[in-house]
């Protein structure tokens, strides 16, 4: 059974950086698409990045276009996603979530494997 773990969330000042990390466990993540979402209070949990099974193909929400990266390690069964420039409305709870997709959109109902999330706080 896929199991996925977040980690590398925390409180970072405006303009700052934070790399998230998502690793699998139960399975090789090589079969695998993976996407990141985010929720912030009140509000609904929505897509922020994904990469394909082969890492050749990732989208971007406009939100972190410019300014987020995801890749993926697969030797180490870990997807990545660097934040740069965050700003205080990147303020949620992240989450990685995987599908066997070969390519993904990121949209949630593609994903049937979720992590437990990891907070991140941008504020001065």
């Known amino acids: 059974q896929l199991q996925l773990v977040e980690s590398g969330g925390g409180l970072v000042q405006p303009g700052g950086s934070l790399r998230l990390s998502c690793a699998a466990s139960?399975?090789?993540?090589?079969?695998?698409?993976v996407g990141w979402f985010r929720q912030a209070p009140g509000k609904e949990r929505k897509g922020v990045s994904c990469i394909s099974r082969g890492g050749g193909s990732s989208n971007y929400a406009d939100s972190g276009k410019g300014r987020f990266t995801i890749s993926r390690d697969n030797a180490k069964n870990t997807v990545y996603l660097q934040m740069d420039s965050l700003k205080p409305e990147d303020t949620a709870v992240y989450y990685c979530?995987?599908?066997?997709?070969?390519?993904?959109?990121?949209?949630?109902?593609?994903?049937?494997?979720w992590g437990q999330g990891t907070q991140v706080t941008v504020s001065s």
């Open positions: 979530a995987a599908t066997p997709n070969y390519y993904c959109s990121g949209s949630r109902t593609e994903f049937g494997s």
């Open positions: 139960g399975i090789t993540l090589d079969y695998y698409s």
